[in-house]
Structure formats: structure tokens, C-alpha cells
Nanobody
Framework: VQVVESGGGLVQTGGSLRLSCEVQ????????IGWFRQAPGKEREGVAS??????????ADSVKGRFAISRTNGQDTVTAYLQMNNLDADDTAVYYC????WGFGQLSAPDYQTWGQGTQVTVTS
């Protein structure tokens, strides 16, 4: 299993970005995909996640109503998207995508076994 993120960048306050996460070589081994972020000097926090069995989603309180997670299936891949709207400076962070084999799908980083390298999101005023 490999996880590859893309779509980060620089955006102004109030703007939008869409992050993509391709999970490759999944076989039958992936139950959930999550997005996490880590800002400088802060701990990594869960942002949004989705289970692959029933598409149940979870969101951090700080992003509810602004961010939306979705996913599409490919041949032996799953791509998860994080649509981020109405961004502000507090959203500036490195965003990581991760895959969970067991499908709990919640926002606890230790539940996820395979991580991408991260993509930087910077929100400017």
C-alpha cells in the first residue's frame, strides 16, 4: 500500500483548495482513509476521515461545515479528496493522508498504518 497526496499550495483567507490522496495497491486491505494536519509547534490532529464500507465520514469540530471528504475507486486504488472551503490562517499546516487497514475510520492517528509524505497548505491574509 502506498499513499500519495497532492493539491496543497498557497491560498488567501476565505479561499478554497482540494487535496487528493491516492492510495495504491490496496487489494482488500484498506478500510478507511483519513486526513490529518500538523501545524508548526503543534501536534498532529485528525481533520476528516471516511470508511470505505459505508462511506461514513468523521470531521474535526474545527472544520465541520467547511471541509468535505469524499472518495472514488479505481483499479486497485482509492482516491480520497478533501475539499476545503473558507480557509483561514488556522488551517495552515502540512496535511497528511493515511490509510487504515481495519476500517475504524475515526480521527485517531495511531489507528492508521500507512502514511503519505504530506502536502503543505498555507493560508495568507
Amino acid at each position: 500500500v502506498q499513499v500519495v497526496e497532492s493539491g496543497g499550495g498557497l491560498v488567501q483567507t476565505g479561499g478554497s483548495l482540494r487535496l487528493s490522496c491516492e492510495v495504491q495497491d490496496i487489494g482488500i486491505d484498506i478500510g478507511a482513509i483519513g486526513w490529518f494536519r500538523q501545524a508548526p509547534g503543534k501536534e498532529r490532529e485528525g481533520v476528516a476521515s471516511i470508511t470505505l464500507s459505508i462511506d461514513k465520514t468523521y470531521y474535526a469540530d474545527s472544520v465541520k461545515g467547511r471541509f468535505a471528504i469524499s472518495r472514488t475507486n479505481g483499479q486497485d486504488t482509492v482516491t480520497a479528496y478533501l475539499q476545503m472551503n473558507n480557509l483561514d490562517a488556522d488551517d495552515t499546516a502540512v496535511y497528511y493522508c493515511a490509510a487504515d487497514k481495519w476500517g475504524f475510520g475515526q480521527l485517531s492517528a495511531p489507528d492508521y498504518q500507512t502514511w503519505g509524505q504530506g502536502t503543505q497548505v498555507t493560508v495568507t491574509s
